[in-house]
């Protein structure tokens, strides 16, 4: 269906671990994007990701896009205290996104 | 502030009351999306605006549900006879013009909670 699936659900790092979460689905998407929710706030945009194979990175955040464009990664390199949030990808049809369940991350300092 | 504001930011209601919410945009941004979003899940899509048309109105969503953004700024959504399963937190994102770049700035959302 429209939904993408998000693998883990939950994580717990010890700070300065490296944290992956992925997105995943069934059908090829056109683009992808990844969010961030920090707890009681609200989701913020971090990266669009286009092409096939496409990698971008954002300080200590690399963002993958499959070369199938079926899924997609973020990891996060040594883990700060900082980085504590849920993380979404989201895809869209149109002007309708869909966005997974969200890997919830905590860092433990 | 310019970024996206929403209005009001808690509302408690008895089931069967009606509801109005209200989001206010980031200026230049001719986009408009609502989102509902419960515990422990991802934003669902409720539907989107270009400018004053509603192009994009989710097919699981009720009846009940209408929303407006009558002159292309502001929009409100409201949520008729609501029901315990409403409660919810409603989150309101813009977007600029449409392009190749789909960021999407959210609002701090309105949770409602229904008794």
């Known amino acids: 269906g429209q939904q993408v699936m998000q693998i883990p659900q939950y994580q717990h790092v010890q700070e300065g671990e490296d944290f992956t979460t992925y997105c995943n689905s069934s059908?090829?998407?056109?683009?992808i994007q990844w969010y961030k929710q920090r707890p009681g706030g609200h989701p913020v945009f971090l990266i669009q990701?286009?092409?096939?194979?496409e990698v971008k990175k954002q300080k200590r955040l690399t963002f993958q896009f499959g070369e199938a464009k079926k899924n997609s990664s973020l990891h996060i390199t040594a883990t700060q205290t900082t980085d504590v949030g849920t993380y979404f990808c989201?895809?869209?049809?149109?002007?309708?996104?869909?966005f997974g369940t969200g890997t919830s991350l905590t860092v433990i300092p | 502030d310019t970024g996206v504001s929403q209005d009001p930011r808690h509302k408690i209601t008895k089931r069967g009351q009606n509801v109005t919410f209200r989001c206010d945009p980031i200026s230049e941004h001719n986009r408009l999306y609502w989102y509902r979003q419960t515990l422990g899940q991802g934003p669902e899509f409720l539907t989107y605006?270009?400018?004053?048309?509603?192009?994009?109105k989710s097919r699981l969503l009720s009846d009940r549900f209408s929303a407006e953004r009558p002159k292309g700024s502001f929009s409100t959504l409201e949520i008729q006879r609501t029901e315990q399963g409403d409660s919810a937190m409603y989150l309101c994102a813009s977007s600029p013009p449409s392009g190749t770049y789909n960021e999407q700035f959210f609002g701090p959302g309105t949770r409602l909670t229904v008794l």
């Open positions: 989201a895809r869209n049809t149109g002007n309708q996104f869909y």
């Open positions: 990701l286009v092409k096939s194979g």
């Open positions: 059908t090829t998407l056109s683009n």
């Open positions: 605006f270009q400018n004053e048309a509603q192009l994009e």
